[in-house]
């Protein structure tokens, strides 16, 4: 083997490093991590409708998790979803559609009627916003708490301890990004931004690009 | 001197193809899981006893939730499964496939053992209480729910027709699409079996 063959082995070791580390550092792709399975479920509507994971295939939906009776000064969490959904149109979100679910840990108190006149009150398009629950007490604690991991007890006599916070999750049904309420500032503008990388992924992640992608995805360059 | 200037070019061009063809990363044909903490260690019953993923740590684990009196969707994905496992050739020795039916009425362990062996002798098939398919089926994405059938099926059952992926630690890797091909199920399965 000859000198100048080495020589171009040690250039391309060196290209190849360098081209990691700009990839690393410059992050020309920026995506959210795909960090686990949402959980299924069969809930019901505020219109009495059957609401489940499969009906939220194919969007994005950011979910959030409250109950009516609440006591001011309540989680901010509806004024939140209310700036997304009136600045949605500031977003490419190439064709893909985008939908609320916020989900009640009170069962027995928030029936779909019940649930019907809480959206109202804050003026909640239904088209994009369904409030839902289960009576069935364990698949609830199953999906909130162990599926999208927000916790929350009944603490009795009508009061509930909560964390509450955003899921956000793809058409896939894989969860892409989590907005503690309490812990950190969730604001509109993040989750706004964040629905904008899932949408160019979902657009661009196709033949060749869909390897950059994955390098991405594989050098954890998330978007912040 | 040319000429060695043009191995040099030649040897870096040959490297970077090389290179990239090494270290490119692996298109897989499902859906990457980035789960930080193993996924759900269910306990349901097999006709052989208790079965839970964790007893197959150091194989790779395929979990499909369906039922026997599925009418196309789940033999036609547990044909490509088995038929990826033949693919594998002795490296399906390192692969555990586990249907858990959601159909526990009808499907016992002695049944679901008879109608899995169809399409592979190593394949498993678990069911249990309902409460306890619920849990499972709902963190690992599973909808289903009970439909009305014929008058030869009595009642069908809906659901979700992914196949998943745990690796040999436990943790969610891959979520196939219903349609994939048992040669992409065996690509993506020798690519995580060499991890």
Redesign the interface.
């Given at each position: 083997m000859s000198k100048a063959f080495f020589n171009g082995i040690y250039a391309l070791a060196a290209l190849l490093v360098l081209a990691l580390l700009a990839f690393k550092v410059f992050q020309p792709i920026q995506v959210l991590p795909r960090m686990r399975l949402a959980p299924a479920y069969n809930f019901t509507d505020q219109d009495n409708q059957p609401l489940t994971s499969e009906t939220q295939r194919g969007r994005f939906t950011l979910y959030s998790f409250t109950y009516t009776h609440c006591p001011p000064p309540c989680y901010n969490s509806n004024e939140t979803i209310r700036e997304i959904q009136s600045r949605l149109d500031e977003v490419e979100l190439n064709g893909i559609a985008v939908s609320f679910v916020t989900i009640s840990i009170d069962p027995e108190r928030d029936t779909p009627d019940v649930l019907k006149t809480y959206g109202e009150s804050f003026g909640a398009d239904f088209a994009q916003w369904k409030f839902a629950t289960t009576t069935n007490r364990e698949l609830l604690k199953t999906v909130v708490g162990a599926g999208f991991e927000t916790y929350y007890e009944d603490k009795g006599g009508g009061n509930f301890a909560l964390d509450p916070g955003f899921v956000l999750v793809d058409g896939w049904g894989v969860i892409r990004s989590e907005y503690r309420y309490v812990t950190e500032v969730s604001d509109a503008d993040r989750i706004l931004r964040h629905l904008g990388v899932l949408a160019e992924e979902a657009h661009n992640s196709t033949g060749s690009a869909k390897l950059a992608y994955e390098a991405a995805h594989l050098f954890l360059c998330y978007a912040p | 001197m040319k000429i060695?200037?043009f191995?040099?070019?030649?040897?870096?061009v040959l490297?970077?193809a090389a290179?990239f063809y090494f270290?490119?990363?692996?298109?897989?044909h499902g859906?990457?899981?980035?789960?930080?903490?193993p996924s759900?260690d269910f306990n349901l019953a097999s006709a052989d006893g208790q079965v839970s993923p964790s007893d197959f740590r150091g194989k790779v684990v395929v979990l499909y939730f369906g039922y026997t009196f599925c009418p196309d969707i789940c033999p036609a994905t547990l044909a490509n499964v088995g038929q990826a496992l033949r693919n594998l050739g002795s490296k399906a020795d390192e692969v555990q496939v586990i249907m858990v039916s959601v159909d526990p009425e009808r499907d016992t362990p002695e049944k679901l053992a008879e109608y899995v062996a169809q399409f592979h002798p190593s394949m498993i098939g678990v069911t249990g209480a309902k409460?306890q398919l619920?849990?499972a089926?709902?963190?690992?994405?599973?909808?289903?729910?009970k439909t009305e059938g014929s008058e030869a099926t009595s009642y069908l059952i809906d659901h979700?027709a992914t196949l998943l992926v745990l690796d040999r630690e436990g943790y969610?890797k891959l979520?196939f699409p219903f349609g994939v091909t048992s040669d992409e199920i065996a690509d993506d399965l020798k690519y995580i079996l060499r991890q």
């Open positions: - | 060695k200037v191995i040099s070019v030649f040897a870096v490297g970077l290179g270290l490119r990363p692996h298109t897989f859906t990457v899981i980035q789960s930080p903490e759900l409460e619920d849990e089926a709902s963190l690992y994405g599973i909808f289903y729910e979700t969610l979520v």
